[in-house]
């Protein structure tokens, strides 16, 4: 397993540099950007790996997201690659190493809270070592927050992610659960009505059939809702979606998805004063059939932790719950779950058909947060796209001046 997992990451890194380094046609994208050579990119990695299926990305952020996360590098480098005609100002990014790292911690005494993470709310002191992305509420509660630089005064919501280890997977390098930090230092006010919809959050699950070998997405909504019992507990909030597959949409507890949550008030890096900070924990789904990129480690040699650990395989609810092909749920690594398209091979060769872009994007993950005062709405706070790279890190970018017009998923 260790020579062929070497041997793949050779075969991916010369992959890497000969697309980085190759000049290609700019071709149109959202806003003239260069998604064209982006997606036959993605697409060459995925057909040299006999992929049955490949990521069709939908936009120019998530295919930049995309390309990092293959390659295990910066969206900063993609953009600023001669393959790509990527203007490198128009956007933010944020990226964090997962936990554990490959060697834990390395001194006495040493404390990670999120290697393993022992239930929530996880300790805030954790945003410390973690970086953001920013964003500015709308506040009129129309259309999806605004992303922003970290040092943009008007910025008033943050998005933290990073991958962590849950009990179950203490003692392994590999990551197995994705962590939300919506950091809302505008809300300092901890008294929330019981029963009351305090936040609500979008998850872009992927349900991985009984064949091991397909998958379908499923977009979600949590509700975070006041139990009564304390911040940290989660049985008040519920979480929406078709989770079956049936056309019909499903609201049931987060835990029956594996998904955690919970509110702490406290500082953090963005505001001295304690103040809400919501948390979600959602379990990963990456696996050797549909992820094999991503599964298959780092290209430049910063290790393989999805391989060396076997993958992670989401969480397998009770009986039901995701329909008759369903096996379990979680997070993917991709930018864009869906649409993916099948590998087709004739005389002229292998390929995976090209599915025109939309003229509308939808974000990933977004967050409608509350306020000071009870009895409003949360408003739209937080919107973002990710992708977890095959070293493990999860990678958050936004554009600030999209060319096409982006919404967070229905329901938000």
């Not at 006010?189 to 991985?208: E, K």
């Not at 090209?354 to 509350?370: D, K, Q």
């Amino acid at each position: 397993m260790r020579s062929f997992a070497r041997s793949l990451r050779i075969v991916v890194a010369a992959l890497a540099t000969l697309w980085l380094c190759a000049g290609h046609p700019v071709r149109a994208g959202d806003g003239g950007e260069d998604l064209g050579s982006l997606q036959t990119y993605i697409d060459g990695v995925c057909a040299f790996l006999s992929m049955s299926t490949c990521p069709q990305i939908p936009t120019i952020t998530q295919a930049v997201l995309e390309v990092a996360a293959m390659v295990d590098i910066a969206p900063e480098a993609v953009r600023s690659s001669t393959s790509f005609a990527v203007p490198v100002g128009p956007y933010v990014d944020a990226g964090n190493p997962s936990h554990p790292p490959g060697l834990g911690c390395s001194t006495a005494g040493c404390v990670d809270p999120l290697n393993p993470i022992a239930g929530l709310p996880i300790d805030p002191g954790v945003l410390s070592g973690l970086r953001p992305l920013a964003f500015i509420a709308a506040a009129d509660g129309k259309g999806p927050a605004k992303p922003a630089q970290l040092y943009n005064s008007s910025a008033n919501a943050f998005l933290y992610a990073v991958g962590g280890s849950s009990t179950a997977n203490s003692g392994s390098p590999q990551p197995d659960t994705l962590v939300l930090f919506y950091d809302d230092p505008t809300r300092t006010n901890d008294n929330f009505r019981q029963g009351q919809v305090i936040a609500m959050v979008s998850l872009p699950l992927t349900v991985l059939n009984h064949d091991g070998t397909t998958e379908r997405a499923v977009a979600t909504a949590l509700q975070f809702r006041n139990s009564g019992t304390g911040r940290a507990s989660c049985s008040a909030s519920t979480i929406t979606g078709d989770f079956a597959g049936a056309g019909t949409l499903q609201t049931i507890s987060p835990a029956a998805l594996g998904v955690n949550c919970a509110i702490a008030f406290a500082a953090s890096p963005v505001s001295p004063h304690p103040h809400a900070i919501f948390e979600v924990t959602v379990p990963m789904l990456i696996t050797p059939n549909t992820d094999l990129a991503i599964f298959s480690g780092s290209p430049i040699g910063f290790g393989a932790p999805f391989l060396n650990g076997g993958g992670d395989f989401g969480f397998t609810p009770s009986s039901g719950v995701l329909g008759a092909s369903g096996q379990s749920i979680g997070i993917g690594p991709n930018a864009a779950p869906a649409p993916s398209t099948q590998l087709t091979c004739d005389a002229n060769g292998c390929g995976y058909p090209r599915v025109t872009p939309p003229s509308s994007g939808t974000y990933a993950l977004c967050a409608n947060l509350p306020r000071e005062g009870n009895g409003n709405s949360p408003v739209p706070s937080v919107a973002a796209f990710y992708a977890i790279g095959g070293d493990g890190e999860v990678k958050l970018s936004a554009p600030l001046a999209p060319t096409i017009p982006f919404v967070c998923p229905a329901g938000m």
